[in-house]
């Protein structure tokens, strides 16, 4: 190895080419999301001096700014508004077709609309309408240097899926 | 008595396209561009500068870069030295901030110079690194960051809700592509016909190959002064900045302002704002400069802006509206799809070819042209940047 190393070319990691959120608990105030998610909950924040649900969830309401906060669940399905298949300058973490919703979670929901990948969907079989729901999967964990070891940060994200009719 | 006024002087920019230069080397290809149009203005006359960019510090690694960009430039600012990042828009910030610093007397001659270097030795990350420009740790998760997908379902919705046709959105870029065949400086000079456009590689049904602007990696820069050192430093009739404004209303796509994708209005907002500020009204305007991104984006965009009814975008762009003789031509240098989009050195594009429109020496020419207006959404369509131009200054 050479004397003045790059760390990118022996596999060191940096977030700055992470394109998932780093979810530990060591570097967010918001992990409890990706905690609820682990469980195949769907949530945010509500503020409890105002009532105001926000998404993505944070730490201080956007209202009213109190940072008295409590987690809810949002709703699990979904109606899919305009579906689009992207074919060419898909990203290299990608399979062709990059498939995605704009998904309408219904009028009862504090957050009316998601945009979100389609996963478990093969192309050319989603159109308006269809009926989706959320699925939760694992990306790929990232070391953390704690005081006397490092870690892998294990992770899950998610996406929606067409419901089995 | 009327307060300080500011004025933009001149502009130039570098080659744009794929290069072999770094982003360092093609800001001093556009300063030397923007100094020639301007003769007799000296580098240690410039009193300010603002450097706008995004990707400088991701795709090649200097952070703290606007004393890197003076500093090579030969430029000793003594009023602001700074660098702004608003993607897409932030050559257009730059040019309302300079306005701003001028219009306080903070500065009297501030160099607004953008650039983006997008080609890295490894082609991969070129896509790649567009999750770091949406709302990284919501919409880029789920595929967003390269924005074809976004424009695409914009433009589904935009045929569902108004009837807008394919071939409406190919006319944005047979006419766009017209316009930069004429212009050297761009990233093409090539004629699309409507079948060229039709049978293009797809991207994201409907857009195709043609429907979207290609990266790019460009600079440009412009000069903004006070009206009396505008009056110093060039003989060419003053063009003066009217007004503007920025708007941002949300950032997730969940949080879209719109009753649907095809409805923006963030940009209604921030286009009556503009009016305004400007005392002029859409009607008024004789040449534009707006975000065609995607061919669906300047369809919506010409119906937000006032230049035709909601939903008639599509019919004011096949009718001729936005050609040389129609009712406001626009992106009379070929826009961003025949240019190519390097981020934060598009609004100063758009702004170089207003100054030369409003000066009557455009090479695609409106006759008599004494308003324009140039329009930047940046990325997701999260803000709206607008700058109006004049010949004549706010009454
Ligand atoms: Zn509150």
Redesign the pocket.
Known sequence: MATAWIPFLEGRYSPTLDMWPIEAKEFNRIYKFYENLREGKFTTTK?Q??G?VAYPPRVI?P??Y?DELEWIELPKKGKVIVVVEKWGGVPICYEPPLIDAWIDLGKDSPVRHILSRMINCPPESLKEGDEVQLAVFDVPAHPIELKKETIKAERVFFAFEPVKK | MAGRRACIVGGGMCKWGVREASYIDMVQEAAKACLEDVPGLKPTNIDGLLFSSTFVGRRSVQANTAPVVAERLGLKPTSICARVDVLCAGGSTGILLAKGLVESGMADVVMVVGCEKLYTPERWQVQYDEIAAIDHDWDAPQGIGPPPLWFAMIAKEHMKHYGTKREQLGMVSVINYGYGYTNPKGHFQRKLTMEDVLNATEIAAPLGLYDCCPLTDGSAAVIIASEEKAKELSDRPLVYIRGGAQVSLHSVSANWPGEHLGDWPHLRLAAKKAYANAKISPKDVDVAQVHDCFSISEIVEVEELGFCKKGEGGLFVESGQTKLGGAIPTNTDGGLLSCGHPFGATGIRQAIEILKQLQGRATNQVNGAAIGITHNLSGSCVEHTIVIYGREPRK
């Open positions: 503020c001096k105002c105001r309401c209202e009213c109190s």
